[in-house]
């Protein structure tokens, strides 16, 4: 079965600590994974994919076939960071969705 | 560049009333074209998705329907609503399976 799943409804850190949002995926492929963000007020958008292999807002997220996640990284957060972030999977046609972690950056 | 609206923002309809929802892409021919519903908790559940016009694809059984009767427009429809259709409702595109998708600004249905 095609699964993403993101263990923490609700993350709170800390101004400057690092942050890890788990993800972790099931797929029999090659499985392409992406990092959604969802700023209060502004539409979801895309934050990075795998192969892309970037940093983007000082986040980045490395795939781990053997461990089959794909958790999203920051070493210092910043307030700004608060959002809601979805993991997703590149299914056969479509995106399957975990079901988000609420980042909660604290001043 | 590409654009895609959704409309209308918020709607209140009674239970048992129909509904249109509509969502058009700019920019791009031939996009892939996705209907989500946003529930706290649940994530993004896909609805509705297709590939091409009047190709449509179901993902989940319910009293909702999809159509495209054009190439870059994508309608979420239904001819009864019920309370359990209440909800956020995010309309998407992605040039081909492989890309990213892009979402709209979403739809708040509420259901009295």
């Known amino acids: 079965a095609q699964r993403v799943t993101q263990p923490e409804k609700l993350l709170s850190v800390f101004k400057g600590a690092p942050v890890e949002l788990k993800c972790n995926y099931s797929?029999?492929?090659?499985?392409?994974l992406f990092w959604y963000v969802q700023y209060s007020r502004q539409r979801l958008q895309l934050l990075l994919r795998?192969?892309s292999r970037e940093s983007i807002k000082g986040f980045t997220a490395d795939l781990n076939k053997g461990e089959t996640s794909f958790h999203l990284k920051k070493p210092f957060a910043q307030e700004e960071d608060s959002a809601m972030y979805y993991c997703?999977?590149?299914?056969?046609?479509?995106?399957?969705f975990g079901t988000g972690t609420r980042l909660k950056v604290l001043a | 560049s590409q654009t895609i609206h959704q409309w209308p923002a918020t709607l209140v309809q009674p239970v048992g009333s129909p509904l249109s929802l509509e969502c058009t892409v700019e920019?791009?021919?031939?996009?892939?074209l996705y209907w989500y519903r946003q529930a706290a908790g649940r994530g993004l559940q896909l609805l509705f998705y297709?590939?091409?016009?009047?190709?449509i694809s179901s993902e989940v059984p319910q009293n909702l329907s999809a159509s495209r009767p054009q190439d870059r427009q994508f309608i979420l429809s239904s001819k009864k609503l019920l309370l359990s259709d209440s909800g956020f409702y995010l309309c998407?595109?992605?040039?081909?399976?492989?890309?990213?998708?892009?979402f709209g600004d979403g739809t708040r249905l509420s259901i009295l």
């Open positions: 998407a595109w992605s040039q081909g399976r492989h890309q990213p998708q892009h």
């Open positions: 797929y029999s492929g090659s499985p392409e």
């Open positions: 795998h192969i």
């Open positions: 997703a999977l590149q299914g056969t046609y479509k995106y399957i």
């Open positions: 920019g791009t021919s031939n996009p892939n």
């Open positions: 297709s590939v091409g016009i009047g190709q």
